[in-house]
């Protein structure tokens, strides 16, 4: 086993010493909130992907998929930026967002989210 770095051997914090190493460090466990996609809402602008500041959003032959939530920290950008009508991408907490009726939750906070913008336009 080697000898940890004394305090003065280690970088400056926040310091980025090798470029592209963010994939190397998975940051989503410390994750409050989980973004729910709900694919048939998704118009595919990819507004999410352009974005999320951790390249969470996953892209595949120009249509969206999952998030990487090993890397997603839950900011919920990507949900604030969607323009569908009804909202492709809801925040639940991250308890909540792990259960298995996470999505019908999504759903249903999607479809009172709409009702309520339309309500307030007329």
């Known amino acids: 086993m080697s000898k940890p770095k004394g305090w003065k051997n280690l970088p400056d914090g926040g310091m980025i010493t090798e470029a592209g190493n963010a994939a190397a460090y998975n940051t ?4 409050s909130d989980r973004p729910i996609w709900i694919k048939e809402n998704c118009i595919q602008c990819l507004f999410c992907w352009i974005y999320c500041p951790d390249s969470s959003v996953k892209v595949k032959d120009g249509q969206r998929e999952e998030f990487d939530y090993l890397h997603c920290k839950g900011c919920g950008v990507c949900a604030m930026e969607c323009p ?3 909202k492709a991408i809801v925040m639940l907490t991250e308890a909540e967002g792990q259960g298995p009726d996470a999505l019908e ?7 009172k989210m709409a009702a309520e913008k339309k309500a307030a336009k007329e």
Do not use: D, L, T, V
């Open 28 to 31: 989503g466990a410390w994750r």
């Open 84 to 86: 569908a009508k009804e």
């Open 105 to 111: 939750k999504a759903k249903a906070i999607a479809k």
